[in-house]
């Protein structure tokens, strides 16, 4: 079965400050790649996702991903954080095409120090 | 489009007793979701389903039934609520494989359940 595994559970940083969150996932197959952002008390959005070609993508409000196939990563980053990316954050895989959802992993707490 | 809505909010329950949470998408999704979240845990999915008449199970499943008799519509039941069962529970739905877009899931609000 699927595993994703996120290396910091939490992290705290000052505003301008550069950010980069590790995930790495179990499965060698094919995969979709996902983070998802929670802002305090609100649901899931997603941030940026990976299905094929470049494996540098953009997402929202900054945020970047390299998605590693040899080392079955998916690292996300921004250059400068700000205090409004106080959030949690969510590396999430799919594996397969069935329609059995996404792999998430715990989570990464992310505090911005103004 | 209004999205994944979910009702309700906010549901304090007894042990033992029944409830339904309600979900609803108006994207035509063929595939949608439930999960729980628990602090440290991250989500963990407990039913999906591929289109209306069509369930399975995720990795926690104990507890709870589904049904699908809409492709708009997939309620979660609680059949005898446990102290276990106090989570966040997030209903998602996204596009099939074929898509563009597929697998992404997209989230409704939650529904905050306590059990005593």
């Known amino acids: 079965a699927q595993s994703v595994s996120q290396h910091n559970h939490h992290v705290i940083l000052s505003e301008a400050a550069s950010l980069e969150l590790g995930c790495n996932y179990s499965y060698g197959g094919t995969v979709n790649l996902f983070w998802y952002v929670q802002y305090p008390g609100q649901h899931l959005q997603l941030l940026l996702k990976?299905?094929?070609?470049?494996?540098l993508v953009k997402g929202i409000k900054g945020f970047e991903a390299e998605f590693i196939k040899s080392k079955f990563s998916f690292n996300l980053r921004k250059p400068s954080v700000q205090w409004s990316d106080t959030a949690e954050y969510f590396c999430a895989v799919k594996s397969g095409g069935g329609a059995d959802g996404l792999t998430f992993g715990k989570g990464t707490h992310l505090i911005i120090q103004p | 489009n209004a999205g994944v809505t979910q009702t309700p909010k906010f549901q304090v329950l007894k042990t033992g007793q029944s409830m339904t949470l309600q979900c609803a998408q108006d994207m035509n999704h063929e595939y949608m979701s439930w999960y729980r979240q628990d602090p440290g845990m991250g989500l963990r999915l407990i039913h999906y389903s591929v289109g209306a008449g069509i369930t399975d199970q995720g990795e926690v499943p104990n507890g709870y039934n589904v049904s699908r008799s809409t492709t708009e519509d997939f309620p979660l039941r609680l059949l005898s609520a446990a102290p276990s069962q106090t989570s966040v529970y997030f209903c998602?739905?996204?596009?099939?494989?074929?898509?563009?877009?597929?697998?992404?899931?997209?989230f409704g609000p939650g529904t905050r359940l306590t059990v005593t």
């Open positions: 990976y299905f094929s070609g470049d494996p």
């Open positions: 998602a739905s996204s596009y099939s494989f074929g898509n563009p877009s597929a697998y992404e899931q997209y």
